[in-house]
């Protein structure tokens, strides 16, 4: 029976083990997610300054403009037609768009100021 299949069986010593510990040592420390969120941060940022702020600001404007809606003011709605404003209520204005030819739209309708 001279030649076996199996393979030889070395027999370890600990300080061969010891000897490849240094590989483990020397791996580098996990690396902090912060550098890999930071272009999404930047995205975020620039959609808030480019979209968003503008159109709160937009929003205030509007809101402005309709508390200070008074009667005679000259206005544009929002679908193009113009008018004088004849009556202001809670949530409606009463518009008069041609001699004693009025109509009642709600505030928000109203999208400017005409001249």
Not at 8 to 20: R, S, V
Not at 73 to 93: F, S
């Amino acid at each position: 029976m001279g030649s076996s299949c199996q393979p030889e069986l070395k027999q370890i010593n600990m300080n061969e083990i010891e000897q490849y510990n240094w590989v483990y040592d020397a791996a580098p420390a996990a690396a902090s997610a912060l550098p890999g969120f930071l272009p999404i941060f930047l995205i975020v940022g620039i959609f808030y300054f480019i979209v968003i702020r503008p159109q709160q600001k937009e929003m205030q404007a509007h809101q402005e403009l309709l508390a200070g809606l008074l009667k005679g003011d000259k206005v544009v709605t929002a679908t193009g037609l113009h008018g004088k404003i004849a009556e202001v209520r809670e949530a409606e204005v009463v518009l008069e768009v041609a001699d004693k030819v009025r109509v009642t739209f709600d505030k928000t309708a109203i999208k400017r100021k005409g001249s």
